[in-house]
């Protein structure tokens, strides 16, 4: 059973920078596309950054250049590095992880980011 846990989010001031990690088990983590998504109440979920098993990355236009997603193999970890971040970055941020051949999705519980003086 996929479980996937997030950590590291927070109170931060608009510039402000922080670091979510999220931690699997139950996978082989080495295979599986990991991804960040975000979500505002009232809204729909969206994606923030995918990294594929071999490491290529995709963002979300709103966060390129600000944000930067990687993984740790060897701790069944993925990150996302949010700097410069704005107002309306606050939201709950979800580590989600793919199945490798059906491409189910697994969800973690999120974690509170909010960007506010």
């Known amino acids: 059973q996929v479980q996937l846990v997030e950590s590291g989010g927070g109170l931060v001031q608009p510039g402000g920078s922080l670091r979510l990690s999220c931690s699997a088990s139950?996978?082989?983590?080495?295979?599986?596309?990991m991804g960040w998504y975000r979500q505002v109440l009232g809204k729909q979920r969206e994606l923030v950054a995918h990294i594929t098993s071999g490491g290529s990355t995709n963002y979300a236009d709103s966060v390129k250049d600000r944000f930067t997603i990687s993984r740790d193999n060897a701790k069944n970890t993925v990150f996302l590095q949010m700097s410069s971040l704005k107002p309306e970055d606050t939201a709950v941020y979800y580590c989600?992880?793919?199945?490798?051949?059906?491409?189910?999705?697994?969800w973690g519980q999120g974690t509170q980011v909010t960007v506010s003086s």
């Open positions: 139950g996978i082989i983590f080495s295979f599986y596309t």
């Open positions: 989600a992880a793919a199945h490798p051949l059906t491409m189910i999705w697994s």
